[in-house]
């Protein structure tokens, strides 16, 4: 508050004042009112940690417009510094197990006791030119045996998206034969897991017991498939049963091998016969792995769902742009989450998406309000939709918004692709993915050691309880994305779009921070800690990529410091324990996903060339590419497509 913006009530105030003979005392009251304004005034600014006081990258506009090429160049070289840091490590103290344990020096084995941080890397050393570190991950490679121990099952979708996709990437890239032999034997020893009626795989296999089997040998020794070979239960979980299309498809593309094609097929079929009409027409998160259908009405593209929306996209843009079925997916499950799971925050107006758990079919769901951080990918998905498809001609994309869906087949959840049917939907899918995008960030730059926690939860206004048919929830106001661009839109669009500008950060004091008084920022954190998570650089490197904004760039080398300050150990990169203060105490863990992911991504945000170009390549969840192909008809009569 300023002087200024006071002075012309206080004139009008003189004038009624001076009229009165006691005005001499109200004058004095008057003067030490504004007085005490502005001392609040210059107090509240101060606490708002002005965004001009802050280092370039930190800024609202992110900066970095006039970095030199020079520069970037040395900040990719920054980041091929700490990749290396964090391999030798690894290969000093770890390799061939899983993974480094950085704060005591120590090794663990958490994803099958083969090597994952090396499988996970093999990409990552070829796109930085690291010969050395590759060949010696080879020698490793070429004398792995898949298998483990009887009483130890492999989790297929981590096998899957870090091992098998590692090999194929990096066999992408370098034509080693090596590479794609271990990937078809890898497959093969895990190809028990889909013994379930529906065709969709089981949560883990012990690839041990009778390997390299088909399915017909089990049936014709009358083994049973759940006695030693898979383990889970009958209710599976989306994203490790609906992510595994790519690495599957591009693995049958290579091999010729029938098998893999149909694996993957069973899979997209079965999800594009699955009953959404409570859900409208976006997949749930748990699955009867018996039927094929949904167990549940939670959606989310948070924690257990994230990678089986990510692969509806890709799956279509990796097969050439051909598989149809795959795209009115994608089409379907982003109208949704559009309609029904983007909210602006009541303050700050942060773009945000969040998770429901009740049907959609007669009345709108009340959302959790937890922001993930593994929902960070979402504005990258929706960038990389909105450049690779011309969804401002969906004719083009024999797309049909209406006849896709509507309120005969999803009830009140059809009306929202009536709505979005008067957008031009490529537009609309980008405005979602920088406003959500800058919230991702935010949650980085809001934090004393510039690094975002796990979870947040939204802070809504109470309004009352609500009945759903089976219990009460607790409703709040929580404010929806398109009912906001619905009344910008019709007030004739003036300004940004709502949850897209630009925004400063809020960095609560120590005091605020311990009495929990702060307010400002519009959301608690629910889970403090820092993972090395990739998903919000991925995001910032596609939108960079997208859009030639250097704001996201900039904000990537923010992060990147950030990780140098706070993760950095004398053998690697550890997790975080608690992003509220700094220095941050950190956890005794190094996912291989940082090396394969994290630093790579990173890496190809500040190089100028761009060797995986977003119209050529596709990334798997794990960050691992493979290049875009269209079927032979070779390729069809061996796969029987």
Known sequence: ?????????????????????????????????????????????????????????????????????????????????????AYRGYERYAIPSDELKPLSDKKVNNFNGWGVTMYDSLDTMLLMGLEDEYKRALAFIEKTDFSVSSDVYAPYF??????????????????????????????????????SPSGMPFYAVNPKTYPFCTIEFYLELNIGFNSGQTRGPEIGILAEIASLQMEYTYLAKLTGNRRYFSRANAVMQTLANANLTYTGGMFPIRWNLTSGQPYDYHVS????????HEYLLKQYLLTGKTDQAS???????????????????????????SDTHSSTHDINAEPSQVFEHLSCFLPGLLALGAHTLPLDKLESLHVNLDSLGNEKLFGHAG???????????????????????????????????????????????????????????????????????????????????????????????????????????????????YLLRPETVESLYILWRVTGDTKWRTRGWAIFEAIEKECRTASGYANLISVQVSPAPKEDSMPSYFLAETLKYLYLMFIDDDPLPLDKWVFNTEAHAFPMFRWTEKDKDRLGI
């Open 158 to 195: 981590e096998t899957v998206i870090r091992y098998l996709g590692g090999l194929l990437s990096a066999h992408a890239l370098s034509k080693d034969a090596l590479l794609l032999k271990k990937a078809d034997e890898l497959a093969m020893a895990l190809d028990p897991i889909f013994a």
């Open 1 to 85: 508050m300023h002087l200024e913006a006071v002075m012309p009530h206080y004139r009008q105030l003189s004038q009624i004042l001076g009229k009165h003979r006691y005005q001499q005392p109200y004058r004095l009251v008057l003067y030490g009112s504004i007085f005490l304004l502005s001392l609040y005034g210059l107090y509240y600014t101060w606490k708002q940690w002005d965004a001009t006081l802050l280092p370039d990258q930190w800024r609202p506009g992110g900066g970095g417009a006039n970095v030199s090429p020079h520069v970037w160049k040395d900040r990719s070289e920054k980041v091929k510094e700490a990749f290396r840091h």
């Open 415 to 529: 009306k929202g692709y009536k709505t979005l049917s008067s957008y031009n939907l490529k537009q609309l899918h980008l405005w979602a993915a920088e406003g959500l995008a800058q919230t991702c960030w935010l949650t980085y730059a809001d934090q004393p050691s510039r690094l975002a926690p796990d979870e947040i939860q939204i802070k809504v206004d109470p309004a009352g309880k609500t009945w759903d048919g089976t219990r009460w929830w607790q409703k709040t106001e929580s404010y929806s994305w398109i009912e906001a661009m619905e009344k910008w839109r019709k007030s004739g669009s003036r300004g940004v779009a709502p949850g897209v500008g630009d925004k400063a950060p809020v960095v609560y004091s120590e005091s605020e921070r311990k009495t929990g008084k702060g307010s400002r920022r519009d959301y608690a954190i629910r889970k403090s800690g």
């Open 327 to 353: 795209l009115d997916m994608y089409i379907r499950a982003t109208t949704h989450i559009i309609n029904h799971l983007l909210f602006l925050s009541p303050k700050r107006h942060l773009l945000y998406v």
């Open 301 to 308: 593209v948070g924690a257990q769902a994230d990678s089986a």
